[in-house]
């Protein structure tokens, strides 16, 4: 599991070295693919989640990630159609992708608490890392001012996903899940 995580933070991290190295990180249609990819792998592991889990808590957690990243989703698609703007698939995107698949076929093979707390472990991990794209790469790297300001508005609800999986993560660490 700690491969998954550091795959993943090594993914997500990418993004920051790209825009750290020449100061040219990704151009925006690459941003948006980012955003849109890292939004549907949480969509994807919260739509398993809810059909797995026993736990009402981690339920009630994955139906509200399913429904957040589905709205930002929805928000992100609609601006680049505003802006007649093409998300680029980028080696970011693939690669979140790829770990997303992977985290999901993991998930598949576990159940009861073992699922539980991989699933919220998974979810600590994939917004720290998602939070720390934005603030280094995503946000300081948009060039257009509606996606900035897009992604500076959803910014509060990774924040408040981020404790609340940590709060889950507690729990269950507790009772021994």
Known sequence: MKLVHTA???TLAFASIACNAQNAGPSDPQIASIVVTANQVDIDAGKLAE???KSQNVKAFAQQMVTDH???NKAAT???KKLNVT???NPTSQSLKQGGDANIAR???LSGGSFDKSYIDHEVAYHESVLDAL???LIPGAKNVELKALLVKVRPAFVAHLEHARHLQAELAKSGA
Request: hydrophobic share 35%; net charge negative; no cysteine.
């Open 87 to 89: 998300p680029e698939d």
């Open 70 to 72: 589905s709205g930002v």
């Open 78 to 80: 609609d601006l680049v």
């Open 107 to 109: 998930l598949k093979t």
């Open 51 to 53: 059909t797995k889990t």
């Open 135 to 137: 603030d280094k790469t």
């Open 8 to 10: 993943l933070a090594a």
